[in-house]
C-alpha cells in the first residue's frame, strides 16, 4: 500500500500543477441501475467445506436491486479522471442447513452495501486525441476479453493455487463492468496490435494486498479474427512474505496440509505465488458472411484457454493437464431481435472442489460473530466431498440473452450451470456458514437469473 | 425516515461529494437522453416521551432521543416518448433504539447505504383513450397521497397476523397503471419482502374523482397469492421456526384449549396461513372545491387546508376462531382533516385511527416462523391501543427547504436492541404514550 499512495501522491501533485496550467475540467456523468430475480432450480451438493454439515441451496430463490453513478471527468489535454459511488442489496442465501430451512428461512439478512465502481486517473502522455500510451492508477475496470459473457477470463480471476475459477451472473467480485482491479495499467496501442501491463493489488483474495504482475497482448488480423495472449505473475510481489508459504510459519499457525514431507529433508511447501498463462481468440463471421440484418454481436465464435500455474509439485499439483480450462462461446445470430444471444461451454479438469474455502473469503453479509473457522490461508485444494463429484462438475455452459430498448433500457436472461458461489446461508441471528463454494457440482444442477436495468 | 436495519457504513463524505458534483455538472450530458437530477438532505431529532413495551420492559423508551440524518441522490433518465427510468440512491444515519439503561452500552449509530428507485417505466396511451404505464423494477408507491401517518392498510403489513404498520415503502415487483379521465387503475405485482420473503402479492387500486374535490378509492391486495414456498407461507401444524405459533385447538364452542387431548372428537385443530385478502376504501374531499371557495373571510386558504380524508380496511376476509373471529376486529379505520393554516404552513394535519383487535401488536411470531397466530398479548387491558393519533405540520422555507414536525401515539417500532429478536413490539401502547419529532430537509 506504500508504494500505492507514494504513487498516489506524487500523481496528485502532477495533477495539481497540470490543473494550474490547463484549468480545463469538463464531467460527463453515467450511471446504471438495476433489479435481478431469479431461482437456483438444481443443486446437488449437500455438503460444506467442513464435511459435516449438511445443506442445501436447491430451490433457492435469489432478488436483488441496485444501482451506481460515476462521473468521468476530462481534466486537461493529459488527464482524465473517474469516481463513482454504488449501492446495492445482498442477501443471505435460502435453503437449509441439516436438512432444516428455520435457520435460513427465519434468521435471513439483507441489507444494503456501498461499492466504488470507479475510482481512477489516467494520465495520456500524447494527449486525448492520440491516445496511443495512458497510464492509469487506481480501482478501474478491465476487460480483456469483451466477448465473455460468463465463463472464462480466466487471467485475472480467482487464485492460482489452488485453481478455483469464478464466473456467475454479473457477480461483484468478477463482474468486469465495475471497478474490480486496483493498481496500475499502462495501455498501448500501435495499428492492430494493443497490449496492456498491469500491476494489481489483490483486494479480495485473501492473503489481501499482495501485488500481481500481469501482460496482455492482442492482435487483429483481417479485421474479423483478433488474438490475445497473456502471463500473470500472481502475487509476485507479496505483502507477507510469511502468509505466501504459509507450511513455514512455525508454531500452531501452520495450516494443516499447507506443506507435505516426501522425505526426510525432502519437504513440499505450497505458496500462493503462480503464473497463469492464457490464450484467447475472437472470430467475427459476419465479416465474411454479408448480412444487412445481423445485430453486432451476431456470429462471434470465442474462445480462451489458460493454465493455472504452470509449475508442477506436490501430490496435489502435479498434473499440469487438470489445471487447463478452456472455453468456448458463440454467439447465435438473432437477427437484431436481441443484441446477442450466445451460448458457452468449459472444460476443467480439476478433481477438487471449487471452493474457497481454505483460502478464507466467507462473502459474509456482516462479520461473523465467532470464528468461523478459517485460520490461515491455505494454498491447498479442498477435496472432493461426498456430493462433489471429481469429473461431475468439470463441464460448465452459460447461456446469455440481452434485448436493450429505447438505447438505454436492458433486459438480461442467463441460465447457466456456472461457477457461482452463493452468499452464506443464515444459521443464526449474526453467525454464518457457506459461501466460499461453488454449488453446482453435477451435470443436472443449473439456475436462471433476470434483470431489468438502465444505464446511461 | 423509517430506519433501516442495514449494515453499518460510514459513507457521508464520498456522498456529499457527489452531491455537490451531481448539482456542479447537470447540465453537462453528453447523452442522447434527457436527465434530471434531484436529491435531498435532512437531518431528523425527535424524543419518545411515554412509552410502554410491554409486561416485562414496561416503559423502557421513555425520554428516549431519535434522531437520524441522511442524504439521497437521483436521476430520472427520460429515453425516448415511450421508456423512461429512475435511479436513486441514498445514505441515512441509523441509531439503534437505545432501550433501558440496562443495554445502553449497545448504544451506537451507524450509516445505511439503500437504493430508494431503481425502475424502468413504458408509457403509451391505450387504445388512443387512455394512458397505460408499465414500470418494472423498485419503485415508491402511495396510493393515498393525503396521508400523513396513519393509514396506507392495503400495502403495509401482514393480513394475519393482523399488525398495523407504519412508513413508507418501496415495491420490488411491477406496476400496470391505466389512467383515462376520471379513472385511474393500479394492478401491482408485489414482492415480499416481510419474511417468509419473495411471496408475490396481487394487488388492485382504483381510484375516481367524482366530481372536482372530491375523490374515492377502493382497493383488494390477494396477500402472498404466489407463495415462493407455499410450506412456509401456509405451514400446517407446526411453524419451521420457534419463536411463533402455527395451530391450536378449540373446542366445540370455539374456545382456546389451553392442553389439547388428541383423543376428544370434539376438539378441533386450527391451522392457517400468511396468506389473506385486504380490501381497502378511502375517501378524499376538499370543501374549497366542492363549494367553490378559496378563503375564509378575507384569509386566504392554503392548497391543503380543509381537506378532510379517511381510509377504512379489512384485514383478511376468512374468520378463524378466537383471534380472528370477528370482522369488526379486523377493521382499522383511519379520519385526517387539514386544519386552516392559510398559507402560513404548508399543512396542518390531524390523523386519528381506530383499531379494536385484542390481539397483540407484536409481529415477530410472523417474521421470524411464519406464524399467521398471533403473539400472546401480554397486555391485559388490550383495549388501551385502540386509538391512535397524529398531529403532522410542515412548512416550506424559500423553494428548497422544508421543516416538518410530528407529535404522535403511532405505531412506532424502534426496533430490537442490539442483537436482540423482539423486534416487532410497538413502543406506543397506551393512551398516554407519545413521541414528537421534526426535521429539516432540502431538496432539489
Not at chain 1, 456467475?168 to 499502462?186: H, Y
Not at chain 2, 440512491?89 to 449509530?109: C, Q
Not at chain 2, 402511495?142 to 392498510?153: Q, S, T, W
Request: net charge neutral; proline share 5%; charged share 15%.
Amino acid at each position: 500500500m506504500r508504494v500505492f499512495v507514494l504513487f498516489s501522491a506524487v500523481m496528485a501533485a502532477g495533477l495539481g500543477l497540470s490543473f494550474a496550467a490547463e484549468n480545463d475540467v469538463s464531467f460527463q456523468l453515467h450511471g446504471q441501475g438495476w433489479t435481478d430475480r431469479g431461482r437456483i432450480m438444481s443443486s446437488s451438493d449437500r455438503v460444506l467445506g467442513d464435511g459435516i454439515t449438511a445443506y442445501s441451496v436447491d430451490g433457492s430463490p435469489i432478488q436483488s436491486l441496485g444501482g451506481q453513478f460515476t462521473l468521468d471527468a476530462s481534466l486537461g489535454e493529459h488527464w482524465s479522471g473517474a469516481f463513482g459511488l454504488g449501492v446495492y442489496q445482498v442477501t443471505q442465501s435460502y435453503g437449509s442447513v441439516g436438512e432444516a430451512s428455520n435457520y435460513t428461512e427465519w434468521f435471513n439478512t439483507s441489507m444494503w452495501r456501498a461499492y466504488v465502481p470507479q475510482a481512477n486517473l489516467t494520465y495520456y502522455p500524447g494527449g486525448r486525441d492520440n491516445p496511443w500510451l495512458t497510464v492509469t492508477a487506481g480501482t478501474f475496470a478491465y476487460d480483456y476479453n469483451p466477448d465473455v459473457k460468463n465463463l472464462g477470463l480466466y487471467l485475472l480471476r480467482g487464485p492460482v493455487y489452488p485453481g478455483v475459477l469464478m464466473s456467475g451472473f454479473r457477480e461483484f467480485d468478477t463482474d468486469t463492468s465495475i471497478g474490480t482491479q486496483t493498481g496500475f495499467k499502462i495501455h498501448n496501442a500501435v495499428g492492430n496490435f494493443s497490449h496492456d501491463l498491469l500491476f494489481l493489488n489483490e483486494r479480495v483474495l485473501p492473503p489481501t494486498f499482495d501485488w500481481s504482475l500481469a501482460y496482455v497482448a492482442k492482435y487483429r488480423l483481417f479485421k474479423a479474427l483478433e488474438v490475445g495472449a497473456g502471463v500473470n505473475f500472481y502475487r509476485l510481489v507479496p505483502y507477507s512474505t510469511a502468509l505466501e508459504t504459509p507450511g513455514r510459519l512455525g508454531g500452531g499457525t501452520a495450516s494443516p496440509g499447507s506443506y507435505e514431507v516426501r522425505a526426510p529433508g525432502d519437504t513440499v511447501f505450497y505458496t500462493h505465488q503462480g503464473t497463469k498463462l492464457m490464450g484467447m481468440f475472437s472470430l467475427d463471421l459476419k465479416r465474411w458472411i454479408s448480412s444487412g440484418r445481423m445485430s453486432a454481436q451476431d456470429l462471434k465464435l470465442y474462445g480462451e484457454v489458460a493454465v493455472i500455474g504452470v509449475k508442477d509439485y506436490g501430490s496435489y499439483y502435479n498434473k499440469i493437464q487438470e489445471r487447463i480450462p478452456a472455453m468456448a462461446g458463440f454467439n447465435i445470430p438473432t437477427f437484431g431481435i436481441l443484441d446477442v444471444l450466445s451460448i458457452e461451454g468449459e472444460w476443467y479438469g480439476s478433481h477438487y472442489r471449487n471452493d474457497l474455502a481454505n483460502l478464507g473469503y466467507p462473502r459474509s453479509i456482516v462479520a461473523p460473530w465467532q470464528d468461523p473457522g478459517f485460520g490461515t490461508p491455505s494454498p491447498v485444494p479442498v477435496s472432493p466431498g461426498t456430493y462433489a463429484d471429481s469429473v461431475a462438475d468439470n463441464i460448465k455452459w452459460s447461456v446469455f440473452a440481452q434485448k436493450t430498448v429505447a438505447r438505454h433500457i436492458q433486459f438480461t436472461l442467463q441460465v447457466a450451470n456456472d461457477h457461482y458461489r452463493p452468499n452464506q446461508l443464515g444459521t443464526a441471528f449474526v453467525n454464518a456458514v457457506g459461501g466460499t463454494q461453488a454449488v453446482l457440482t453435477a451435470k443436472k444442477d443449473w439456475y436462471m437469473m433476470g434483470r431489468i436495468g438502465f444505464s446511461f | 425516515m423509517r430506519a433501516r436495519k442495514m449494515m453499518a457504513m460510514n459513507v457521508r463524505i464520498p456522498f456529499l461529494l457527489a452531491v455537490l458534483t451531481l448539482a456542479a455538472v447537470a447540465s453537462s450530458f453528453a447523452q442522447d437522453l434527457r436527465l434530471e437530477v434531484h436529491g435531498a438532505g435532512w437531518t431528523q431529532m425527535g424524543k419518545i416521551e411515554e412509552s410502554y413495551v410491554g409486561l416485562d420492559q414496561q416503559g423502557a423508551n421513555d425520554k428516549n432521543w431519535m434522531q437520524n440524518s441522511g442524504v439521497q441522490i437521483g436521476v430520472t433518465a427520460k429515453a425516448d416518448a415511450h421508456w423512461d427510468a429512475g435511479l436513486a440512491l441514498g445514505v441515512v444515519g441509523v441509531h439503534l433504539n437505545r432501550g433501558s439503561t440496562e443495554v445502553a452500552n449497545f448504544w451506537y449509530p451507524f450509516w445505511v447505504p439503500y437504493v430508494g428507485e431503481a425502475r424502468v417505466t413504458y408509457t403509451d396511451s391505450l387504445f388512443n383513450a387512455g394512458k397505460f404505464q408499465l414500470t418494472m423494477g423498485s419503485f415508491g408507491y402511495a396510493y393515498n397521497p393525503d396521508v400523513k401517518n396513519l393509514g396506507g392498510y392495503l400495502m403495509r403489513g401482514y393480513v394475519y397476523p393482523g399488525a398495523i404498520e407504519s412508513g413508507f415503502g418501496t415495491v420490488f415487483g411491477a406496476l400496470a397503471r391505466y389512467e383515462q379521465g376520471k379513472f385511474r387503475n393500479d394492478v401491482i405485482l408485489k414482492s415480499e419482502e416481510l419474511r417468509p420473503a419473495y411471496d408475490l402479492s396481487l394487488i388492485d387500486v382504483i381510484s375516481y374523482r367524482v366530481i372536482p374535490g372530491l375523490e374515492l378509492g377502493a382497493g383488494v391486495n390477494f396477500y402472498r397469492l404466489i407463495p415462493r414456498d407455499p410450506d412456509l407461507t401456509t405451514p400446517g401444524l407446526q411453524c419451521t421456526g420457534s419463536y411463533g405459533q402455527c395451530s391450536y385447538v378449540v373446542d366445540s364452542s370455539g374456545n382456546l384449549v389451553a392442553s389439547p387431548n388428541s383423543s376428544n372428537p370434539t376438539q378441533d385443530t386450527i391451522t392457517g396461513s400468511l396468506a389473506g385478502t385486504k380490501l381497502m376504501a378511502r375517501f378524499s374531499a376538499d370543501p374549497k372545491a366542492l363549494f367553490g371557495f378559496d378563503r375564509l373571510g378575507s384569509l386566504v386558504l392554503g392548497k391543503q387546508d380543509l381537506v378532510l380524508y379517511g381510509e377504512w380496511a379489512l384485514l383478511g376476509l376468512k374468520n378463524y376462531p378466537v383471534f380472528y373471529d370477528d370482522p369488526l376486529r379486523r377493521m382499522p379505520v383511519m379520519l385526517g382533516f387539514n386544519l386552516p393554516v392559510f398559507g402560513q404552513l404548508d399543512y396542518l394535519s390531524l390523523e386519528v385511527e381506530y383499531y379494536a383487535s385484542k390481539n397483540s401488536s407484536d409481529n415477530s411470531s410472523a417474521n421470524f416462523c411464519g406464524g399467521w397466530v398471533p403473539r400472546q398479548n401480554d397486555d391485559s387491558v388490550y383495549g388501551r391501543d385502540d386509538w391512535k393519533w397524529s398531529v403532522n405540520a410542515a412548512k416550506s422555507l424559500l423553494t428548497n427547504l422544508q421543516f416538518s414536525a410530528q407529535l404522535a401515539n403511532d405505531h412506532l417500532r424502534t426496533g430490537g436492541w442490539h442483537n436482540a429478536p423482539n423486534s416487532g413490539s410497538e413502543a406506543l401502547r397506551t393512551p398516554k404514550d407519545w413521541y414528537w419529532t421534526c426535521k429539516l430537509a432540502y431538496f432539489f
